[in-house]
């Protein structure tokens, strides 16, 4: 009852009684309190209870505050480690400078408080999450250190006292068991319940797990503690079980036991039914395992516990493992000793929820805690991956793992202390294998019936979706530690079951050739089977590699090979292998094979091992050889589109198999074994096996016809080239044959770079790197950048605004191309075969630039690195006579013009030719086997050398062909032509001697006779004459037609005379080499060019090599004798042929054309634009000739008509450009950390939003929306690509655009289209006024009117009322224009008058839209007219045709006399005032007005054509109305005194001539007016006169006064440009002002070549005071006005500066350092995708639900206020920049590109990025000049869901 009471106190007080309890020497009583106290507070069954948490933190900190208590414990943190843990998708850093262990990583805070200039790092998103390694030796430098962990702060913190944490050691443990009863209890089976239950169980206890994780942040002393709490096995046993008395820990400590139950490999029943094997408690687990009892291997397959029900595969092989496994206890059922294990057994059973792997891994910073947990996740390995077998989330699943095992296997110590102690290597191996197993199936390669090997299932879960991939990880990640790599290597029976596991993955996905049907279904199984043997074989391979470099390590290699071979030969045993592989299977996957290639390999080039002794007998090897040539014959079969019915996955597979990432684990150990074959094989053996697998040996005869059996003829010729080439591969590929880790890196590297120029990160990932992940550097003592910088120049990116932007990239140096180009590697090393083509199109460009060869060259022929002695075999293949038979044929046959021979064909045998004279063998003494008849090649050629061979002469040869061959036709001529066979050959042999002395060549034949001597000699005689036989008769066609017959043809060449013949043949000349030409020849000289070259070459080196090859050649050159074959077309003949048969077609089609122009007058032909000017200029009534449209759909030309008008095609947009516009010219910077702000106030926009708020609250609505203009925030903008149609052609249009389904990202419900004939974006047709373009004529001459009879014309013309225009489509189209124009806007944009929707609303945006577009042009000619000429978008402009819909439309509306502005512009009335009776309001004085409004008002609606008089007339006026506005705005300027001087001067000036046109009198009157008005003068405060420092001078005055004015006198000047066609001339910016005062007519007679005065403009129609006071005292009366807000009224500032987006830091860290972390304004997380408006700064989130308002997300609604529907941000997390214009979106490409010019899209590389000025500048003009839409082509909607 104790607890009752205590629970009743105080936490705090209790906290503190019960500290002080404990403290004393006898706390019996105390703790006896504290027990009962806990037993009531925390209570499992009740769940997760806040109070519960309470009670704990205040008994933790004994009676202090929790958060004083957490302080104090922190300051005697001891830790040197940071180990801060970190979850998915947290920004961290990795420094491979610093890095001892590649997987180190740092924190952002231990990163940048570290010093890592110069280094290699890069940022990185985790992916599955990890720890900071900062202060920790094992894994970093110390040099890499921040600050915080560089001092060894352990040694100066103070010990901890006793008694402070004397309440945690007692309360945690009870807390703990808490949790751990809650686990238990929670826990149900996943087959019985919802994985549901198990969030809801770990929602609750979130609170708890929580508090636990912040304990542990607490530092060094609190972790120590847990430790203890943790690892102590007294507690564990007194808690664990739970008091007799409760019955809820009862219940719960036996489901804990039931799921023990089935955590061991083996499950517990098994176990029984393993007979009687239970009696043996250390072998149970292990042996049902290792099926050592019968029993167990019968029962297994019943296993209940096996989720994917796999007993369909039939009595499940489980493989034999060495029963000598170390620890049996692998497989046996966990038993728990503390509370770490059970905590870890029930993450493990939860999967690993994030919350708990954090808190575990919170603790590693603790050394005690470290190993202990290490141990205990090893001894729960085996149970992990059954979870995770079983799991459904297992990608998660899998990271969560990884996470943990990467912090503790990267420690070699650690890792090394496992292994040693706890059998890890022994359990991760039998686990894997484990795991396998549940995937097996027989394997069908070779003997599909009676194969006894199993295979794993590509289509399984478990490989498709990588689950074996965390197992996988860790073990490369141990086995990258020297000392745990040799354990591995020394142990034999470890190595032993590794083979069996590797020999799962030999032999998978099979394929099998379609011959009929295509397949039905593609399998996509093949993605898993290269990922399988990549990470479960390939890595775990080079990772032990790494180990095996220097001769010390010998032994290592010998074992593996050892085993190796066994494994092999057990496998072909297995799969029933006898010596020909199955027809049409094929498997990509030989793990076997590389795993002995690649050990051969190192053994030779690092261990100094001689080869020989590593090698099989020649049975063996030439078992070996089959499946790898196998490969590379299919290889050319699929890309000979034999195996087409398989489906595109088979090239897929093809594809990556040669891929960077695969091609050194698999293309490049299969060719090097090929080339170990073919070095200790028979050649002439290896040779014919070559051509049996490539299926092309019937096409080997002289015959000019054969019959192949299994080739069709489309396909002989890419074989026959598929084999040479492989041949050339085979004797020229130096990789593994010694070529040093440089040369290799640089080969790699120029191949690349041949096939394209290429970025520094797509270089880095093509060159195939050493790919086991933790090595991360590329082999050799080079560095990749030094060898980049070798061999290729970089080319910074390019910036074309219109086009697309380029990244820099590296392109081959000159001497490269030179030198080093090697075809034969970049054949090697392409996936897709037009990269080849690439490659020699580069080639042949550079050829032509630098001069030294113009046609279309050969590749070029490269000289190799000597072959490594081990190796010189090889070179044996090119000296055999089977490969020279093979030349000879078809050098004869491509001469002959025999059938599917090719260039590429004779390339290749020109390239083995040369390749054999530079490579010799050395030792000549090859013993000459007796003659026998069998040997029919000997007959051939006398030796094996290629040299000797060159120039021996063969007379006749016997062929088998078809009756219907032309050889047959010939012979049977020559026998009816003579009876007698005459002597034919120099001997006077008789023809019945050459019958015998004819060669006959079977390839076949040869390679069994082959194959029986080494047979033979390898004394099998079993079934020795039945083998040759049974394949042999396979090449025999089946059924084969009897009309072969044999004939012998007389031939009487040489190889060196069919080269001469050749070169003759190419080059077209019968003597194209002379004996002269042999003497100079120079082979260097050759090294570039065509296949004459070649030749050349060839001929050159075996002249220089052989005096006898010299000799012949001489004879032959004398000789020079026609070529017997009969002339086909050459290549050259077709090409000029061409030529001919173009020259006949183009004149035709020229006709054609003509012909078609005739009988179409509508087809106008386009004439030159010169001509049309001149009958312009000359045309006698100019009214009449009308302006024709060429329609750009139906192609006819004529006028706009009423009823057929034309319209030209536009684009418009919403744009808020203007609204942006600042008066600085710097632009705003971004903010980057929280003292920087953006203040908006100041921009266009803003301001003029405040000001017609001020005067719609003093004046009346109607005139305020004439006095002001709208549209800075959200104008329409009209843009035109200059093309015109009908407007109904372009309705058809529009139809069939929405029938046509295929849509390209427009919308044509929203009446979106592209232009027919530029593909420009475009929405809406302007329709072309009928009549004449431009005003000229009559409207266009100056008249002498006087100006007050000019304002009294304009004042009738105002009267005149708007005429409705008869209903017609022009008027109708009209309107729907302006119906786009107002839908093209958001309302808000729209409405800002008191009554929406009302006349005046209307009224305002249309003369708005005028003026946006005006002001539009300006910023685009750069905020002045000063370049003058016609815009660059003259063609382009529609501001004309803009105008007149504009006007018909305000036509509609008069303005009531009583308030035109006109009347007060040049009358003086005094009558006015009396009318403001009652509570209207009154009118907007005219000093408040906005000018440039005022004139677009006047020009709008007045009718149209206006004359030019009349505009000139009505520019003046208002010019005097700006001008004082300028004066008034100046004076307010003025301090006190300054005014008094200066009304003064004025008042003395005023009585003098010309008074009006001077600025001193007229400012003079200006400030004596204003001063009666109360206060206007008085209520300047400090601010206005900051302008005001220095003393205003004339010169200053007349420059404000200017510059005030010159906004409308640019606008005026551009309406005038565009309604009257006057040209704009340019000028400098001084004179800006009085050009165009000149263009507008406004400088009358006074105009001087000296300073302009801008008063000399003025021109008043009456007394210029009268006028001038009464517009100051509309001002004076506004008794109601404050004076404050009319004075700012008065002081407006027409000038702003061009619109900027905001100014970006050069470093993109900075960024995103402050941002990513941003956390969003309105829910206060941290967004997932933040971003930033470039506009105006805002920070938005991209996609957020959170910001979402009515369905639409938060950029999409930024993009709406902030740009009027175009929005440019910039994605954080990603660098990228998209653009939001209306409905749709793009992505625009990045403006932070890294130090070697490239974007990091999504920041995958990480690198620092820095931003590039050109692109932004591109970025800005495009925003600038709204040509998004045109410039970006992939637009996709957006749903607003962005």
Same mark, same amino acid.
């Given at each position: 009852?104790?607890?009752?009471?205590?629970?009743?106190?105080?936490?705090?007080?209790?906290?503190?009684?019960?500290?002080?309890?404990?403290?004393?020497?006898?706390?019996?009583?105390?703790?006896?309190?504290?027990?009962?106290?806990?037993?009531?507070?925390?209570?499992?069954?009740?769940?997760?209870?806040?109070?519960?948490?309470?009670?704990?933190?205040?008994?933790?900190?004994?009676?202090?505050?929790?958060?004083?208590?957490?302080?104090?414990?922190?300051?005697?943190?001891?830790?040197?480690?940071?180990?801060?843990?970190?979850?998915?998708?947290?920004?961290?850093?990795?420094?491979?400078?610093?890095?001892?262990?590649?997987?180190?990583?740092?924190?952002?805070?231990?990163?940048?408080?570290?010093?890592?200039?110069?280094?290699?790092?890069?940022?990185?998103?985790?992916?599955?999450?990890?720890?900071?390694?900062?202060?920790?030796?094992?894994?970093?430098?110390?040099?890499?250190?921040?600050?915080?962990?560089?001092?060894?702060?352990?040694?100066?913190?103070?010990?901890?006292?006793?008694?402070?944490?004397?309440?945690?050691?007692?309360?945690?443990?009870?807390?703990?068991?808490?949790?751990?009863?809650?686990?238990?209890?929670?826990?149900?089976?996943?087959?019985?319940?919802?994985?549901?239950?198990?969030?809801?169980?770990?929602?609750?206890?979130?609170?708890?797990?929580?508090?636990?994780?912040?304990?542990?942040?607490?530092?060094?002393?609190?972790? =120590?503690?847990?430790?203890?709490?943790?690892?102590?096995?007294?507690?564990?046993?007194?808690?664990?079980?739970?008091?007799?008395?409760?019955?809820?820990?009862?219940?719960?400590?036996?489901?804990?036991?039931?799921?023990?139950?089935?955590?061991?490999?083996?499950?517990?029943?098994?176990?029984?039914?393993?007979?009687?094997?239970?009696?043996?408690?250390?072998?149970?687990?292990?042996?049902?395992?290792?099926?050592?009892?019968?029993?167990?291997?019968?029962?297994?397959?019943?296993?209940?516990?096996?989720?994917?029900?796999?007993?369909?595969?039939?009595?499940?092989?489980?493989?034999?493992?060495?029963?000598?496994?170390?620890?049996?206890?692998?497989?046996?059922?966990?038993?728990?000793?503390?509370?770490?294990?059970?905590?870890?057994?029930?993450?493990?059973?939860?999967?690993?929820?994030?919350?708990?792997?954090?808190?575990?891994?919170?603790?590693?910073?603790?050394?005690?805690?470290?190993?202990?947990?290490?141990?205990?996740?090893?001894?729960?390995?085996?149970?992990?991956?059954?979870?995770?077998?079983?799991?459904?989330?297992?990608?998660?699943?899998?990271?969560?793992?990884?996470?943990?095992?990467?912090?503790?296997?990267?420690?070699?110590?650690?890792?090394?202390?496992?292994?040693?102690?706890?059998?890890?290597?022994?359990?991760?191996?039998?686990?894997?294998?484990?795991?396998?197993?549940?995937?097996?199936?027989?394997?069908?390669?070779?003997?599909?019936?009676?194969?006894?090997?199993?295979?794993?299932?590509?289509?399984?879960?478990?490989?498709?979706?990588?689950?074996?991939?965390?197992?996988?990880?860790?073990?490369?990640?141990?086995?990258?530690?020297?000392?745990?790599?040799?354990?591995?290597?020394?142990?034999?029976?470890?190595?032993?079951?590794?083979? %069996?596991?590797?020999?799962?993955?030999?032999?998978?996905?099979?394929?099998?050739?379609?011959?009929?049907?295509?397949?039905?279904?593609?399998?996509?199984?093949?993605?898993?089977?290269?990922?399988?043997?990549?990470?479960?074989?390939? !890595?775990?391979?080079?990772?032990?590699?790494?180990?095996?470099?220097?001769?010390?390590?010998?032994?290592?290699?010998?074992?593996?090979?050892?085993?190796?071979?066994?494994?092999?030969?057990?496998?072909?045993?297995?799969?029933?292998?006898?010596?020909?592989?199955?027809?049409?299977?094929? =498997?990509?996957?030989?793990?076997?094979?590389?795993?002995?290639?690649?050990?051969?390999?190192?053994?030779?080039?690092?261990?100094?091992?001689?080869?020989?002794?590593?090698?099989?007998?020649?049975?063996?090897?030439?078992?070996?050889?089959?499946?790898?040539?196998?490969?590379?014959?299919?290889?050319?079969?699929?890309?000979?589109?034999?195996?087409?019915?398989?489906?595109? !996955?088979?090239?897929?597979?093809?594809?990556?198999?040669?891929?960077?990432?695969?091609?050194?684990?698999?293309?490049?150990?299969?060719?090097?074994?090929?080339?170990?074959?073919?070095?200790?094989?028979?050649?002439?053996?290896?040779?014919?096996?070559?051509?049996?697998?490539?299926?092309?040996?019937?096409?080997?005869?002289?015959?000019?016809?054969?019959?192949?059996?299994?080739?069709?003829?489309?396909?002989?010729?890419?074989?026959?080239?598929?084999?040479?080439?492989?041949?050339?591969?085979?004797?020229?590929?130096?990789?593994?044959?010694?070529?040093?880790?440089?040369?290799?890196?640089?080969?790699?590297?120029?191949?690349?770079?041949?096939?394209?120029?290429?970025?520094?990160?797509?270089?880095?990932?093509?060159?195939?790197?050493?790919?086991?992940?933790?090595?991360?550097?590329?082999?050799?003592?080079?560095?990749?950048?030094?060898?980049?910088?070798?061999?290729?120049?970089?080319?910074?990116?390019?910036?074309?605004?219109?086009?697309?932007?380029?990244?820099?990239?590296?392109?081959?140096?000159?001497?490269?191309?030179?030198?080093?180009?090697?075809?034969?590697?970049?054949?090697?090393?392409?996936?897709?075969?037009?990269?080849?083509?690439?490659?020699?199109?580069?080639?042949?460009?550079?050829?032509?630039?630098?001069?030294?060869?113009?046609?279309?060259?050969?590749?070029?022929?490269?000289?190799?690195?000597?072959?490594?002695?081990?190796?010189?075999?090889?070179?044996?293949?090119?000296?055999?006579?089977?490969?020279?038979?093979?030349?000879?044929?078809?050098?004869?046959?491509?001469?002959?013009?025999?059938?599917?021979?090719?260039?590429?064909?004779?390339?290749?045998?020109?390239?083995?030719?040369?390749?054999?004279?530079?490579?010799?063998?050395?030792?000549?003494?090859?013993?000459?086997?007796?003659?026998?008849?069998?040997?029919?090649?000997?007959?051939?050629?006398?030796?094996?050398?290629?040299?000797?061979?060159?120039?021996?002469?063969?007379?006749?040869?016997?062929?088998?062909?078809?009756?219907?061959?032309?050889?047959?036709?010939?012979?049977?001529?020559?026998?009816?032509?003579?009876?007698?066979?005459?002597?034919?050959?120099?001997?006077?042999?008789?023809?019945?001697?050459?019958?015998?002395?004819?060669?006959?060549?079977?390839?076949?034949?040869?390679?069994?006779?082959?194959?029986?001597?080494?047979?033979?000699?390898?004394?099998?005689?079993?079934?020795?004459?039945?083998?040759?036989?049974?394949?042999?008769?396979?090449?025999?066609?089946?059924?084969?037609?009897?009309?072969?017959?044999?004939?012998?043809?007389?031939?009487?060449?040489?190889?060196?005379?069919?080269?001469?013949?050749?070169?003759?043949?190419?080059?077209?000349?019968?003597?194209?080499?002379?004996?002269?030409?042999?003497?100079?020849?120079?082979?260097?000289?050759?090294?570039?060019?065509?296949?004459?070259?070649?030749?050349?070459?060839?001929?050159?080196?075996?002249?220089?090599?052989?005096?006898?090859?010299?000799?012949?050649?001489?004879?032959?050159?004398?000789?020079?004798?026609?070529?017997?074959?009969?002339?086909?077309?050459?290549?050259?003949?077709?090409?000029?042929?061409?030529?001919?048969?173009?020259?006949?077609?183009?004149?035709?089609?020229?006709?054609?054309?003509?012909?078609?122009?005739?009988?179409?007058?509508?087809?106008?032909?386009?004439? %030159?634009?010169?001509?049309?000017?001149?009958?312009?200029?000359?045309?006698?009534?100019?009214?009449?000739?009308?302006?024709?449209?060429?329609?750009?759909?139906?192609?006819?030309?004529?006028?706009?008509?009423?009823?057929?008008?034309?319209?030209?095609?536009?684009?418009?947009?919403?744009?808020?450009?203007?609204?942006?516009?600042?008066?600085?010219?710097?632009?705003?910077?971004?903010?980057?950390?929280?003292?920087?702000?953006?203040?908006?106030?100041?921009?266009?926009?803003?301001?003029?939003?405040?000001?017609?708020?001020?005067?719609?609250?003093?004046?009346?609505?109607?005139?305020?929306?004439?006095?002001?203009?709208?549209?800075?925030?959200?104008?329409?903008?009209?843009?035109?690509?200059?093309?015109?149609?009908?407007?109904?052609?372009?309705?058809?249009?529009?139809?069939?655009?929405?029938?046509?389904?295929?849509?390209?990202?427009?919308?044509?419900?929203?009446?979106?289209?592209?232009?027919?004939?530029?593909?420009?974006?475009?929405?809406?047709?302007?329709?072309?006024?009928?009549?004449?373009?431009?005003?000229?004529?009559?409207?266009?001459?100056?008249?002498?009117?006087?100006?007050?009879?000019?304002?009294?014309?304009?004042?009738?013309?105002?009267?005149?009322?708007?005429?409705?225009?008869?209903?017609?489509?022009?008027?109708?189209?009209?309107?729907?224009?302006?119906?786009?124009?107002?839908?093209?806007?958001?309302?808000?944009?729209?409405?800002?008058?008191?009554?929406?929707?009302?006349?005046?609303?209307?009224?305002?945006?249309?003369?708005?839209?005028?003026?946006?577009?005006?002001?539009?042009?300006?910023?685009?000619?750069?905020?002045?007219?000063?370049?003058?000429?016609?815009?660059?978008?003259?063609?382009?402009?529609?501001?004309?045709?803009?105008?007149?819909?504009?006007?018909?439309?305000?036509?509609?509306?008069?303005?009531?006399?009583?308030?035109?502005?006109?009347?007060?512009?040049?009358?003086?009335?005094?009558?006015?005032?009396?009318?403001?009776?009652?509570?209207?309001?009154?009118?907007?004085?005219?000093?408040?007005?906005?000018?440039?409004?005022?004139?677009?008002?006047?020009?709008?609606?007045?009718?149209?054509?206006?004359?030019?008089?009349?505009?000139?007339?009505?520019?003046?006026?208002?010019?005097?109305?700006?001008?004082?506005?300028?004066?008034?705005?100046?004076?307010?300027?003025?301090?006190?005194?300054?005014?008094?001087?200066?009304?003064?001067?004025?008042?003395?000036?005023?009585?003098?001539?010309?008074?009006?046109?001077?600025?001193?009198?007229?400012?003079?009157?200006?400030?004596?007016?204003?001063?009666?008005?109360?206060?206007?003068?008085?209520?300047?405060?400090?601010?206005?006169?900051?302008?005001?420092?220095?003393?205003?001078?004339?010169?200053?005055?007349?420059?404000?006064?200017? !510059?005030?004015?010159?906004?409308?006198?640019?606008?005026?000047?551009?309406?005038?440009?565009?309604?009257?066609?006057?040209?704009?001339?340019?000028?400098?910016?001084?004179?800006?002002?009085?050009?165009?005062?000149?263009?507008?007519?406004?400088?009358?007679?006074?105009?001087?070549?000296?300073?302009?005065?801008?008063?000399?403009?003025?021109?008043?129609?009456?007394?210029?005071?009268?006028?001038?006071?009464?517009?100051?005292?509309?001002?004076?009366?506004?008794?109601?006005?404050?004076?404050?807000?009319?004075?700012?009224?008065?002081?407006?500032?027409?000038?702003?500066?061009?619109?900027?987006?905001?100014?970006?830091?050069?470093?993109?860290?900075?960024?995103? !350092?402050?941002?990513?972390?941003?956390?969003?304004?309105?829910?206060?997380?941290?967004?997932?995708?933040?971003?930033?408006?470039?506009?105006?700064?805002?920070?938005?989130?991209?996609?957020?639900?959170?910001?979402?308002?009515?369905?639409?997300?938060?950029?999409?609604?930024?993009?709406?206020?902030?740009?009027?529907?175009?929005?440019?941000?910039?994605?954080?997390?990603?660098?990228?920049?998209?653009?939001?214009?209306?409905?749709?979106?793009?992505?625009?490409?990045?403006?932070?590109?890294?130090?070697?010019?490239?974007?990091?899209?999504?920041?995958?590389?990480?690198?620092?990025?820095?931003?590039?000025?050109?692109?932004?500048?591109?970025?800005?003009?495009?925003?600038?000049?709204?040509?998004?839409?045109?410039?970006?082509?992939?637009?996709?909607?957006?749903?607003?869901?962005?």
């Amino acid at each position: 009852m104790m607890a009752a009471s205590l629970l009743r106190r105080d936490k705090k007080s209790t906290a503190a009684h019960l500290k002080a309890d404990l403290k004393r020497s006898d706390n019996s009583s105390g703790l006896r309190q504290l027990q009962e106290l806990l037993d009531s507070v925390l209570n499992a069954e009740r769940g997760s209870d806040p109070e519960a948490l309470e009670w704990c933190k205040w008994l933790l900190a004994g009676g202090d505050g929790f958060d004083d208590f957490c302080r104090t414990v922190r300051s005697y943190d001891n830790a040197t480690l940071c180990g801060l843990v970190w979850t998915a998708n947290f920004v961290a850093y990795r420094c491979r400078t610093c890095g001892i262990s590649p997987c180190m990583s740092l924190c952002a805070e231990c990163f940048n408080n570290g010093d890592h200039t110069g280094h290699d790092f890069n940022m990185f998103r985790s992916q599955a999450g990890g720890a900071c390694d900062c202060g920790d030796g094992n894994v970093m430098r110390e040099s890499g250190f921040c600050s915080r962990h560089r001092l060894k702060t352990g040694e100066n913190v103070p010990s901890v006292p006793r008694d402070l944490l004397l309440m945690s050691e007692m309360v945690l443990p009870r807390f703990i068991i808490t949790i751990i009863q809650y686990l238990r209890d929670g826990y149900t089976e996943p087959e019985s319940a919802a994985d549901r239950d198990l969030q809801k169980v770990l929602q609750q206890l979130e609170p708890h797990i929580s508090f636990l994780e912040e304990l542990t942040k607490m530092g060094g002393a609190m972790r =120590t503690v847990l430790t203890k709490i943790l690892t102590n096995q007294q507690t564990f046993k007194e808690l664990s079980m739970g008091q007799e008395e409760n019955v809820y820990a009862k219940r719960n400590y036996e489901k804990y036991l039931s799921a023990l139950k089935s955590s061991g490999l083996v499950s517990v029943e098994e176990k029984g039914a393993g007979a009687g094997a239970t009696d043996t408690p250390s072998g149970a687990g292990a042996l049902s395992l290792l099926g050592a009892t019968a029993a167990a291997s019968e029962e297994d397959s019943s296993k209940e516990e096996d989720p994917d029900g796999l007993q369909g595969v039939g009595q499940r092989k489980r493989v034999k493992l060495s029963s000598s496994t170390k620890d049996p206890s692998i497989m046996d059922t966990l038993k728990h000793k503390c509370f770490l294990e059970e905590l870890l057994f029930w993450t493990i059973k939860y999967e690993f929820p994030q919350k708990m792997v954090t808190f575990l891994l919170n603790m590693l910073p603790d050394q005690d805690y470290k190993i202990t947990f290490t141990k205990t996740f090893v001894q729960h390995y085996a149970f992990i991956m059954k979870t995770l077998m079983k799991s459904h989330e297992s990608d998660t699943m899998s990271n969560r793992i990884v996470h943990i095992s990467v912090q503790l296997f990267s420690n070699e110590e650690l890792a090394r202390h496992v292994t040693e102690e706890c059998q890890l290597l022994d359990i991760m191996v039998t686990v894997l294998l484990y795991m396998m197993e549940s995937c097996l199936i027989k394997s069908e390669l070779q003997d599909e019936e009676n194969n006894r090997h199993v295979v794993v299932n590509c289509g399984e879960a478990l490989l498709k979706n990588n689950t074996y991939w965390p197992l996988v990880s860790d073990f490369i990640n141990i086995l990258s530690h020297q000392s745990v790599a040799k354990r591995f290597l020394e142990d034999h029976s470890l190595l032993l079951l590794w083979m %069996s596991f590797v020999s799962f993955f030999q032999g998978m996905n099979l394929n099998k050739r379609e011959l009929n049907e295509h397949v039905e279904f593609e399998s996509q199984t093949y993605y898993a089977a290269f990922a399988a043997e990549l990470e479960a074989c390939a !890595q775990p391979m080079w990772g032990l590699l790494t180990h095996c470099k220097v001769k010390e390590t010998q032994e290592y290699t010998k074992t593996v090979v050892r085993y190796c071979l066994e494994t092999l030969q057990m496998w072909f045993d297995a799969i029933g292998f006898v010596d020909e592989p199955a027809l049409n299977q094929l =498997t990509f996957h030989l793990p076997l094979h590389r795993y002995y290639a690649m050990f051969l390999s190192k053994g030779v080039k690092c261990q100094g091992l001689d080869l020989d002794s590593l090698l099989p007998d020649q049975e063996m090897l030439m078992k070996i050889m089959v499946h790898p040539l196998q490969i590379q014959a299919s290889l050319s079969e699929i890309h000979s589109n034999m195996w087409v019915r398989n489906g595109l !996955q088979i090239k897929g597979q093809a594809m990556t198999y040669v891929q960077s990432h695969f091609c050194n684990s698999m293309i490049d150990p299969d060719i090097y074994l090929l080339q170990v074959c073919a070095s200790r094989l028979d050649p002439d053996y290896f040779i014919s096996s070559v051509f049996e697998r490539f299926k092309v040996v019937d096409l080997l005869t002289m015959a000019s016809q054969h019959q192949n059996a299994v080739l069709d003829s489309e396909q002989e010729r890419p074989m026959l080239e598929g084999a040479l080439t492989f041949l050339v591969i085979l004797c020229s590929l130096r990789i593994h044959l010694g070529m040093s880790d440089d040369e290799i890196l640089r080969a790699e590297m120029v191949s690349q770079l041949c096939m394209n120029d290429r970025t520094h990160s797509s270089l880095l990932d093509l060159i195939p790197e050493n790919p086991n992940p933790k090595s991360g550097v590329v082999p050799g003592s080079c560095s990749f950048e030094e060898m980049l910088s070798a061999v290729a120049d970089f080319k910074a990116p390019v910036f074309e605004p219109g086009g697309s932007m380029q990244q820099g990239m590296y392109t081959p140096k000159a001497e490269v191309w030179e030198k080093e180009f090697d075809p034969i590697m970049v054949i090697l090393r392409t996936v897709y075969r037009r990269d080849v083509q690439s490659a020699m199109d580069r080639y042949a460009a550079f050829l032509k630039q630098s001069g030294v060869h113009t046609g279309n060259p050969w590749p070029p022929y490269k000289e190799r690195t000597p072959l490594h002695p081990c190796y010189k075999g090889l070179v044996r293949l090119l000296h055999c006579k089977t490969l020279h038979i093979v030349i000879f044929t078809l050098l004869y046959k491509i001469w002959m013009d025999h059938q599917n021979m090719s260039e590429h064909v004779l390339c290749m045998v020109l390239y083995l030719i040369e390749l054999g004279l530079d490579n010799q063998v050395q030792d000549d003494k090859v013993e000459e086997e007796p003659c026998i008849e069998e040997h029919c090649h000997d007959s051939w050629f006398p030796g094996t050398s290629l040299l000797s061979n060159l120039h021996h002469v063969i007379n006749f040869v016997r062929v088998r062909v078809p009756e219907t061959a032309p050889e047959v036709e010939r012979k049977r001529e020559r026998e009816r032509e003579r009876e007698t066979p005459p002597s034919t050959s120099s001997e006077s042999s008789t023809f019945g001697q050459n019958l015998r002395e004819a060669q006959v060549f079977s390839l076949v034949a040869e390679r069994r006779r082959k194959f029986q001597e080494i047979i033979n000699r390898s004394n099998h005689e079993a079934s020795q004459a039945v083998r040759p036989k049974s394949s042999s008769s396979r090449w025999l066609p089946p059924g084969s037609p009897p009309q072969l017959v044999t004939e012998i043809l007389e031939i009487r060449e040489s190889m060196l005379s069919l080269l001469v013949k050749l070169h003759q043949k190419l080059s077209a000349k019968q003597n194209s080499l002379s004996l002269s030409w042999l003497a100079e020849v120079d082979p260097a000289h050759h090294a570039h060019g065509d296949g004459l070259t070649a030749i050349e070459r060839i001929l050159a080196k075996a002249a220089a090599r052989s005096r006898h090859s010299k000799r012949c050649l001489q004879e032959i050159c004398g000789k020079v004798c026609p070529p017997i074959p009969p002339k086909k077309n050459s290549p050259g003949d077709k090409k000029s042929m061409d030529k001919e048969e173009r020259c006949v077609c183009v004149p035709r089609f020229i006709s054609t054309q003509k012909y078609v122009y005739f009988f179409h007058p509508y087809l106008k032909l386009p004439e %030159s634009p010169e001509t049309d000017a001149v009958m312009d200029m000359g045309s006698a009534e100019p009214l009449d000739s009308e302006v024709l449209y060429d329609c750009v759909i139906c192609g006819q030309s004529g006028p706009s008509t009423e009823d057929r008008p034309t319209g030209l095609v536009v684009l418009l947009q919403a744009s808020s450009v203007l609204g942006h516009r600042c008066r600085s010219d710097t632009p705003k910077r971004l903010p980057t950390t929280d003292e920087e702000h953006i203040y908006p106030e100041d921009t266009c926009g803003a301001t003029h939003d405040v000001r017609l708020s001020l005067m719609q609250r003093y004046f009346r609505d109607s005139s305020c929306l004439q006095s002001v203009s709208i549209g800075w925030d959200g104008g329409v903008y009209v843009q035109t690509c200059g093309h015109t149609l009908h407007i109904d052609c372009h309705k058809s249009y529009m139809e069939s655009l929405r029938n046509d389904q295929v849509l390209q990202g427009f919308s044509v419900d929203k009446g979106e289209f592209t232009c027919p004939l530029c593909r420009q974006f475009a929405n809406s047709v302007l329709p072309c006024r009928p009549g004449r373009g431009m005003e000229t004529g009559a409207w266009h001459t100056p008249s002498n009117k006087s100006m007050s009879t000019l304002v009294k014309e304009v004042e009738d013309l105002q009267e005149q009322l708007g005429i409705f225009p008869a209903e017609s489509n022009l008027s109708k189209e009209m309107e729907s224009v302006i119906k786009d124009i107002k839908n093209t806007t958001q309302k808000k944009y729209m409405d800002y008058g008191k009554n929406p929707g009302s006349p005046d609303n209307d009224f305002l945006f249309m003369y708005s839209v005028a003026r946006t577009n005006l002001e539009l042009e300006l910023v685009h000619r750069g905020g002045n007219l000063c370049s003058g000429g016609a815009s660059a978008a003259a063609k382009r402009s529609c501001l004309n045709q803009l105008f007149h819909v504009l006007a018909m439309h305000m036509r509609l509306y008069s303005i009531d006399s009583a308030y035109n502005p006109w009347t007060r512009l040049t009358q003086s009335t005094h009558s006015r005032d009396t009318e403001y009776c009652g509570d209207e309001r009154p009118e907007v004085p005219m000093l408040f007005r906005d000018v440039p409004s005022l004139l677009i008002i006047f020009i709008l609606t007045m009718p149209q054509p206006l004359r030019k008089e009349h505009f000139t007339c009505v520019v003046k006026v208002l010019y005097s109305l700006q001008y004082t506005q300028a004066l008034a705005a100046l004076s307010i300027r003025f301090s006190c005194e300054e005014r008094l001087a200066w009304s003064n001067t004025g008042a003395a000036k005023k009585n003098t001539p010309n008074s009006d046109i001077s600025w001193e009198s007229l400012l003079g009157h200006v400030i004596s007016e204003l001063t009666k008005a109360k206060d206007v003068y008085d209520t300047n405060s400090e601010e206005t006169f900051v302008l005001s420092s220095s003393v205003w001078s004339p010169q200053s005055i007349e420059f404000s006064l200017q !510059q005030f004015c010159l906004p409308f006198l640019r606008l005026s000047c551009l309406l005038q440009h565009h309604l009257y066609g006057d040209s704009l001339p340019g000028c400098l910016v001084d004179e800006e002002f009085s050009l165009l005062s000149g263009c507008l007519g406004l400088a009358g007679s006074v105009q001087s070549s000296g300073a302009m005065s801008s008063a000399a403009c003025l021109e008043w129609n009456i007394n210029a005071f009268d006028l001038i006071s009464q517009w100051c005292s509309e001002v004076i009366t506004l008794s109601d006005t404050p004076t404050q807000q009319s004075v700012s009224l008065l002081v407006q500032d027409p000038q702003w500066a061009a619109p900027r987006l905001l100014h970006l830091p050069d470093n993109y860290n900075t960024i995103f !350092q402050y941002y990513h972390r941003k956390s969003c304004t309105s829910c206060g997380k941290t967004p997932k995708d933040p971003a930033l408006c470039l506009v105006c700064g805002a920070f938005v989130c991209l996609k957020g639900h959170c910001c979402k308002q009515q369905g639409v997300c938060e950029c999409v609604l930024h993009s709406q206020h902030c740009g009027a529907a175009t929005g440019i941000f910039l994605l954080i997390n990603a660098s990228v920049i998209i653009i939001i214009r209306g409905h749709r979106f793009c992505l625009w490409g990045s403006v932070y590109l890294d130090a070697h010019g490239e974007e990091d899209r999504d920041l995958r590389r990480g690198k620092p990025l820095y931003l590039c000025e050109e692109r932004y500048r591109v970025l800005e003009q495009q925003w600038v000049s709204h040509t998004f839409d045109h410039i970006n082509k992939r637009w996709g909607p957006h749903y607003n869901g962005l």
